[in-house]
């Protein structure tokens, strides 16, 4: 009789015991912070278009459960998760949808977006900040996000393959010894990017020297004069635009043409030699940074990129990570 | 040389004013007198035009006010109201200067600069000339307000109780003012009144409103009888006639049988 | 014997009132003394402010380089710190000049050229061209827009006035409900943008003499001088304005229409003056009391007292703006607002009575 019932109860343990003891892990956010999540995590959402981007990267497309509200705007480059329910983004997030979806983990950026902990964690989500937008720190990302999400072996894939085009600009560039002086702009007028910002980065990575390295602060407001003083032999603009939406460049021309006609600026070195560059968003500054990059040293060392059509690299990364043919703008001229 | 013929005023369909018809003669000084509401702040108002009577018309030496353009209005008739505090500093000069604007077009001519300062000799406020308007008491401060209304050369002065919140010698110095300003130019002067005492002394004429009617117009003993007294007020008043001008002393509240 | 009395002082009336004349002269000599020597501060400080700036150029250069149109001196002090310094200028004379006026109709010492709503209705026109991109004058969408709505605004104000009774206290409360309308109406607007487009509308509301050029300055200066001699001969009228309305009519102001049209031309310059350069606040409320303390309260002396007052603080906020962390540029309403806030602590503190 006892054997009976031993013999009847024991799956009962078992699955008891699975309950009770499913792993939890510890992983390390883009803050440096240790944050212990439950696995596996089915649910997800993601705040950011960053985040987004680099989960269907690593194949997981199939665990997101709500989208930010930037995705309806650009369907075509969402074809199978436009029609999922919106929750705000990373500076208003829709609590409320956030409790009628019941996601295991959210995505957020590091660096904005506080209170949103306090608010989620009564309600059993759990936050996770991964940045995905500065280079250097993208591998440690993608790999947190590839143990949480159960894609070990994808989000290994991504960053080789990633990690083989950066290797080989910093190879060619090994050994070069003058670095073109470049303004960046970004997306809001007089608006430079400094240390600290993933423009910054994408700058000394493709061998530029940027003007504004030594300002303290990521993003600060300049002197139109003394970017007249600096004189850069280039000017990179960075446009918040879907690249992969647009048709034709009149958008892009029309901003080039823009900054060209600033009282003054027609002696600044960059604009006499024309060379002055627009950058779609899609490429700057997010998981796909590694095709702005590449677009920048051929626009900085053409020499050395000769054979090099960043393009291509653009087309291969699309239809491996994405499943997507390539098409739309992304820079002018 | 001033004719009202048949005004009336409303003020959001209240009977403020109703048929009021005077006349007024050069060297003339005419007291409003009558309890508040009874419309004598309105009647003034009326005549320089601040507000716009319903109905009736008034006349300057035969000119018919309301075909006057505001800066000629400005010319024929001095305003003298309370004194209010004023948000904004202002001396003493400045203040009286104000009252030739009808004939300044950019810059106060000398002749303007001459007049006020006569002006504020003869009124004694010429130590006062610079200081500030906020900062004098409320005797001088009137002061300052008549002499600003001699600066305009009227020749109709309205004063809308000028002797409220004043000691007694001032009272009486605005009062002798008005008069000698009356007999040397050869104006006319309305002057709407609280004290009656004060009113009769110095008036030729006196008109009593009632509710906006006009109760009594005479001369001061003519006006100034207790049964009017007691019709318009509601007191019981002895009147005192050993000066040349009655003077009514309070008694008590008249009993309300009519 | 009263009579007597007069017929003496009649005599030494004359020389009497010689002595008030002199007196009087010589209080009107200071005050327009001060008025020069504030036409001699102001080009003075232009004149250093040219030679300020991340580019560092000094004074033989400076000179060096108006006769040599190549130089990048040349280039840098005509075509940006020039510029920026006139349309400092301009729109410094401006927004004091609309305040005064305002202070003076609305005979409200807490008045400024924003009082009526203008600079809520202004960002709400930028906001729309830099979100929507939809609005007048496709070059200049932006500015076309904030200076459109922000004249929108003042009709509405008449309108009411109008309608309803053209009182100071009726003027500001409808002032007050057009300002809460259109800041959310603007709010809703950047809910509805990206990022960076919220970005640019808030730094649109900071102010910003960056990007100036000189055909800006040239449609800038017709709508903030063009009304000024009219708002100048109104001088006297101002002055009796104070007075109390009442007092203004019965010394000839015809008080409605002055009101009415001074408005509309104050609100012509200070649409004028923040449709390219955003919100520059407190000059406009601080420049006409800074005015009054020294020189009084007669229009004739205030309001170019006023103006030079406020174009000489908007070129210092510019110059301190652009070289305390150069070459970052802090916006310069916030310089503004940073020296227009002590100040006005310190005014509320001073003054002597409890009046303006």
């Known amino acids: 009789m006892k054997v009976f019932l031993i013999f009847i109860l024991s799956p009962l343990y078992l699955f008891f015991g699975y309950l009770l003891a499913s792993e939890a892990i510890v992983v390390t956010d883009s803050l440096g912070n240790h944050i212990s999540v439950k696995l596996p995590v089915r649910r997800v959402v993601a705040l950011t278009s960053d985040a987004l981007e680099t989960i269907r990267a690593i194949g997981a497309e199939d665990l997101v459960v709500g989208i930010n509200k930037n995705i309806p705007k650009e369907p075509l480059f969402w074809p199978k998760l ?88 910093k190879e060619r560039l090994k050994n070069i010894k003058y670095k073109p002086k470049v303004y960046i702009e970004s997306y809001t007028p007089f608006h430079t990017d400094s240390m600290g910002s993933g423009g910054h980065e994408m700058c000394l990575l493709a061998g530029g020297n940027n003007i504004a390295s030594s300002i303290p602060i990521p993003f600060p407001r300049v002197d139109p004069e003394w970017v007249l003083d600096k004189n850069p032999d280039i000017i990179i603009k960075a446009v918040s635009i879907n690249g992969y939406e647009l048709n034709n460049s009149t958008y892009l021309k029309k901003i080039r043409e823009e900054i060209i006609n600033r009282p003054g600026w027609e002696n600044i070195k960059a604009i006499k030699e024309s060379r002055i560059y627009i950058i779609a968003s899609d490429i700057w500054a997010g998981p796909r940074a590694i095709v702005g990059i590449m677009y920048m040293a051929k626009w900085f060392h053409p020499h050395y990129f000769k054979d090099l059509n960043p393009e291509d690299i653009h087309k291969e990364y699309l239809k491996k990570f994405h499943n997507l043919k390539y098409r739309g703008i992304y820079v002018y001229p | 040389m001033l004719n009202i013929k048949q005004l009336d005023f409303n003020y959001h369909n209240i009977k403020a004013l109703e048929d009021i018809g005077l006349n007024l003669n050069r060297g003339e000084v005419l007291s409003l007198v009558g309890p508040n509401g009874s419309g004598k702040t309105t009647l003034l108002k009326c005549i320089n035009r601040i507000v716009k009577p319903k109905k009736g018309s008034i006349f300057i030496d035969g000119k018919d006010t309301s075909k006057m353009n505001s800066i000629e209005l400005a010319k024929q008739i001095g305003y003298v109201p309370q004194a209010t505090p004023s948000k904004f500093p202002m001396t003493v000069f400045d203040a009286v200067l104000m009252g030739r604007r009808p004939y300044i077009s950019w810059r106060p001519t000398r002749n303007d600069l001459d007049i006020v300062a006569q002006i504020l000799n003869v009124m004694n406020l010429k130590d006062m000339a610079l200081r500030d308007f906020d900062q004098l008491s409320g005797g001088e401060k009137q002061k300052v307000l008549l002499a600003r209304a001699f600066a305009q050369d009227p020749e109709i002065l309205l004063l809308d109780e000028p002797t409220n919140n004043l000691d007694l010698r001032h009272q009486i110095e605005i009062m002798e003012l008005i008069s000698l300003m009356v007999k040397e130019k050869n104006i006319s002067a309305i002057m709407a009144m609280h004290d009656l005492n004060l009113a009769s002394r110095f008036s030729d004429r006196m008109v009593m409103l009632k509710s906006g009617r006009i109760f009594s117009i005479g001369n001061p003993h003519e006006v100034i009888t207790s049964e009017n007294i007691r019709s318009v007020y509601g007191i019981e008043v002895q009147i005192n006639k050993d000066n040349n001008y009655p003077y009514m002393l309070p008694v008590k509240v008249a009993d309300e049988r009519k | 014997m009263f009579i007597l009395k007069i017929k003496c002082q009649r005599k030494t009336v004359k020389r009497e009132s010689i002595d008030i004349y002199e007196l009087y002269k010589g209080f009107t000599g200071r005050k327009i003394l001060f008025i020069v020597v504030l036409l001699i501060v102001l080009p003075s400080m232009a004149l250093v402010a040219i030679l300020q700036g991340p580019a560092s150029i000094g004074i033989k250069d400076a000179i060096f380089s108006l006769f040599h149109s190549s130089t990048l001196a040349h280039t840098i002090i ?279």
């Open chain 1, 82 to 169: 436009k029609g999922k329910p919106v929750v705000g983004n990373w500076m208003e997030p829709n609590y409320e949808a956030l409790v009628q979806i019941k996601p295991d983990i959210i995505i957020c950026y590091s660096r904005w977006g506080k209170g949103i902990e306090k608010k989620i964690s009564p309600l059993g989500i759990k936050l996770v900040r991964l940045d995905f937008y500065k280079v250097n720190s993208l591998k440690r990302d993608v790999n947190t996000l590839s143990l949480l999400l159960g894609k070990e072996k994808e989000g290994g894939n991504f960053i080789s393959w990633y990690q083989k085009y950066l290797n080989l600009i």
């Open chain 3, 78 to 356: 005509w075509y940006l710190r020039l510029p920026r310094i006139v349309m400092a200028i301009l729109v410094g004379i401006g927004l004091s000049f609309a305040g005064t006026v305002f202070q003076a109709l609305l005979k409200n010492p807490l008045a400024s050229p924003y009082t009526l709503g203008i600079a809520s209705t202004a960002g709400f026109g930028a906001a729309l061209g830099i979100v929507f991109n939809v609005g007048i004058l496709s070059q200049y969408v932006i500015a076309g827009n904030a200076f459109l709505f922000a004249i929108l605004s003042s009709f509405i104000i008449l309108g009411v006035a109008k309608w309803k009774s053209s009182t100071p206290e009726t003027i500001i409360l409808a002032g007050i409900a057009i300002m809460y309308l259109f800041s959310s109406l603007t709010s809703l607007i950047q809910y509805q943008g990206s990022m960076e487009e919220v970005h640019e509308i808030v730094f649109w509301f900071f102010g910003s003499l960056s990007k100036v050029s000189w055909k800006e300055i040239a449609m800038a200066s017709f709508m903030i001088i063009l009304p000024l001699p009219i708002l100048l001969k109104w001088s006297w009228d101002f002055n009796l304005l104070a007075l109390g309305d009442e007092s203004a009519k019965a010394l000839g102001v015809k008080v409605e229409k002055t009101r009415i049209i001074g408005i509309l031309l104050a609100s012509l310059i200070t649409s004028g003056a923040i449709c390219f350069t955003g919100i520059i606040g407190f000059i406009g409320l601080v420049s006409p009391h800074i005015a009054r303390m020294v020189i009084g309260g007669d229009h004739r002396f205030l309001l170019p007292a006023s103006s030079l007052i406020g174009a000489i603080l908007i070129l210092m906020a510019d110059t301190v703006s652009r070289t305390i962390w150069a070459p970052q540029v802090i916006p310069i309403g916030i310089v503004t607002s940073f020296i227009g806030v002590p100040f006005f602590f310190y005014l509320l503190i001073k003054r002597k009575r409890e009046y303006w």
